[in-house]
């Protein structure tokens, strides 16, 4: 009898769990079958390959859901959905856009739909999986943007070719007048981007004075484009490059030129930053479930661990292997990192940028 009445209090424990297991997997599956009869999701995010060849196929693949990818940099393409929107367009579905256009278009401009109660997945809403201890919504009110990353970048890399490493050490190495007319960078009065990034990191740092004699005096040239800063870097022509893109110069490096990434200085520590990418849905969002089951797939373990590996990026899942990972891009227990905070950038940052901006035009 004592059996039995233990094996009933066993089943009675246990069938709220499988109830409430079979109620997610009846929903995701619901919402699965009408996100395949909208027939597509419309992802806008930066020009990346990794989505390109691997996140995109996999995910048609697995659910058979097409993907349309609108590229750009995000300030610009931010500012491009703007526009459509303000004429009653509503193309897009899903944001996979750095920090910038998240804080200060998207969320301000309520383009956004909230994603936190959209979440589904076991594997994504368990706070156990998660560095944070929960998934990590970064605006005001912790439902609309999700943080998958978080990871230190490499600002500046040189070819060994031309600039030894032991010439570099501290920021008063760049102001040296042998490297006047030898330094490129992402342009840093675009507004968004690596290279604004970079500026808004030396102007807190080193102040005023030493950005105009890094970016006037010392006379950069700037570029937007990407791959011609990494064509100059391993060319020699601009052998120290600001915000060079980390795919090209892995690229770089495997075809043989001697590229070194640093990733602080003596004097200027690395950067702590949430790129590649923020996640956020569109409001009026064309293909709702088809935005759901990608924003449900792409923070998922599979997902972040595909993206994660492409990218060499370190995640804030606490259950992906980073051992992979080059060992300068995962952040330090007890460093006082600056971090790319969402109130910085929607708050006074954005004057500090602006100010950065102005000075440098």
């Not at 075809?255 to 602080?264: A, D, N, P, Q, S």
């Not at 804030?316 to 980073?322: A, F, G, I, W």
């Given at each position: 009898m004592m059996v039995i009445v233990q094996l009933l209090l066993v089943i009675c424990f246990a069938l709220p769990a499988w109830a409430q297991e079979k109620g997610w997997e009846k929903e995701w599956n619901e919402i699965l079958g009408s996100a395949r009869k909208e027939g597509r999701v419309v992802l806008v995010g930066a020009p990346d390959p990794v989505v390109r060849s691997e996140i995109i196929p996999k995910f048609t693949t697995r659910f058979g859901i097409p993907v349309e990818f609108l590229a750009g940099r995000s300030g610009d393409i931010a500012a491009k959905i703007r526009t459509e929107r303000q004429a009653g367009i509503y193309s897009s579905d899903v944001f996979m856009l750095g920090i910038s256009a998240m804080a200060q278009i998207l969320y301000p401009e309520k383009m956004l739909d909230p994603l936190k109660p959209l979440l589904i997945l076991p594997e994504v809403v368990d706070p156990s999986k998660w560095k944070k201890g929960k998934p990590w919504f970064v605006d005001p009110e912790e439902k609309y943007v999700l943080r998958p990353f978080q990871r230190l970048t490499g600002f500046l890399n040189i070819n060994t070719d031309y600039v030894k490493a032991e010439e570099m050490r501290s920021s008063r190495d760049l102001?040296?007048?042998?490297?006047?007319?030898?330094?490129?960078?992402d342009d840093p009065a675009a507004g968004s981007?690596?290279?604004t990034t970079i500026a808004d990191h030396f102007y807190l740092r080193l102040g005023e004075e030493f950005v105009?004699?890094?970016?006037?005096?010392?006379?950069?040239?700037?570029?937007?484009?990407?791959?011609?800063?990494?064509?100059?870097?391993?060319?020699g022509t601009y052998p120290i490059c600001f915000g060079c893109?980390?795919?090209d110069v892995r690229e770089l490096q495997k075809?043989?030129?001697?590229?070194?990434?640093?990733?602080?200085l003596s004097d200027v520590p690395a950067m702590l930053i949430s790129?590649?990418?923020l996640l956020a849905v569109a409001s009026k969002a064309p293909h709702p479930n088809a935005a759901r089951v990608f924003a449900n797939w792409i923070v998922s373990k599979e997902g972040l661990e595909i993206y994660s590996r492409g990218y060499r990026a370190a995640t804030?899942?606490?259950?992906?292997?980073?051992s992979f990972l080059p060992p300068g891009t995962i952040p330090r227990s007890g460093v006082n990192y600056r971090d790319e905070e969402w109130s910085w950038l929607a708050g006074g940052g954005e004057e500090t940028r602006n100010q950065v901006i102005k000075l440098l035009k």
């Open positions: 102001l040296n007048p042998k490297w006047r007319g030898k330094i490129a960078t981007g690596a290279g105009k004699k890094l970016y006037i005096d010392q006379k950069p040239v700037r570029s937007r484009d990407k791959r011609q800063l990494a064509d100059w870097l391993a060319r893109s980390l795919d075809e043989g030129f001697k590229i070194l990434t640093l990733f602080e790129s590649p990418w804030l899942r606490n259950d992906l292997d980073e």
